[in-house]
C-alpha cells in the first residue's frame, strides 16, 4: 500500500511563492510517474504537472514559465515549486503516483490547500 503525505499549502499573496511536497511510502517511487492535479471550488479537477521516471516533465499551459516540478528519489519526494502566483491559481492540490509499468493503480494525496490573495 503506498501513502501520500502532502505539506507546504498555505495563504500567500499574489506574486508570491509556494513549495509543495509529496511524500511517498513504499518502495515504488522511483519507477514510477508523479505529478500534482488541483480542484477549485466549482470546478472539475484539472492537471497541473508531471513528471516521469525518466524526469520528462509536462505542465498545463496556464502555469508553464512558474510552476516547476520535480523529484528526490532518495527522499521518496515530488515537489512542485509555485512562483509568481495569481489568484486563480486558489486549489486544492493533490500528488499522485502510477507506478510504472501501469497495472490500472494510481495512488493520491489528501490534498493541501493554496489560496493565493489579490
Known amino acids: 500500500q503506498v501513502q501520500l503525505v502532502e505539506s507546504g499549502g498555505g495563504l500567500v499573496q499574489a506574486g508570491e511563492s509556494l513549495r509543495l511536497s509529496c511524500a511517498a511510502s513504499?518502495?515504488?517511487?522511483?519507477?514510477?510517474?508523479l505529478g500534482w492535479y488541483r480542484q477549485a471550488p466549482g470546478k472539475q479537477r484539472e492537471f497541473v504537472a508531471s513528471?516521469?521516471?525518466?524526469?520528462?516533465?509536462n505542465y498545463v499551459d496556464s502555469v508553464k514559465g512558474r510552476f516547476t516540478i520535480s523529484r528526490d528519489n532518495a527522499k521518496n519526494t515530488v515537489y512542485l515549486q509555485m512562483n509568481s502566483l495569481k489568484p486563480e491559481d486558489t486549489a486544492v492540490y493533490y500528488c499522485y503516483v502510477v507506478p510504472q509499468p501501469f497495472a490500472g493503480n494510481v495512488y493520491w494525496g489528501q490534498g493541501t490547500q493554496v489560496t493565493v490573495s489579490s
Open positions: 513504499g518502495n515504488i517511487f522511483r519507477s514510477s510517474a
Open positions: 513528471i516521469t521516471s525518466g524526469s520528462v516533465t
